[in-house]
């Protein structure tokens, strides 16, 4: 069986980021989901729970932290192209999400983001396939 990643994130209003979330374009698993979380489907195994503050409360004994303060993880996508990460960029901020610095161009890599409703850092990048190789 192959390995799953379930990138768990707290949310203040489950159907807004929900909402949100399908602006850019991302599905959600039904089985996954309900009234205290949503399953978003990243890409083959790899999905994001959008998790009700209770509900993700649950799983820690440590306090949640703010996003829109402070950051504890940065989640990075990769896209096609970089017309590509533009385009989810500006989806996101049409979507009542916002940016945080402009994109950057490092010649084999651009890369660019957002942050949702509850401020978690999205990271967008389109590595060049002539890339440098480490």
Not at 90 to 105: E, L, R
């Amino acid at each position: 069986m192959s390995t799953q990643i379930f990138v768990n994130l707290p949310v203040r209003d489950l159907p807004a980021s929900v909402d949100f979330f399908k602006q850019l374009g991302f599905g959600f698993n039904n089985q996954f989901t309900d009234d205290t979380a949503a399953c978003m489907v990243i890409g083959d195994n790899i999905y994001a729970m959008l998790l009700t503050e209770a509900k993700f409360q649950t799983f820690t004994p440590k306090p949640i932290c703010d996003a829109r303060k402070s950051t504890e993880v940065l989640v990075c996508l990769s896209r096609d192209s970089r017309e590509a990460v533009e385009e989810m960029v500006k989806k996101a901020v049409s979507a009542g999400g916002s940016t945080y610095h402009p994109s950057q161009d490092h010649g084999f890599m651009y890369q660019h983001g957002f942050q949702d409703l509850d401020g978690h850092i999205w990271e967008l990048i389109h590595m060049s396939p002539e890339a440098p190789k480490g």
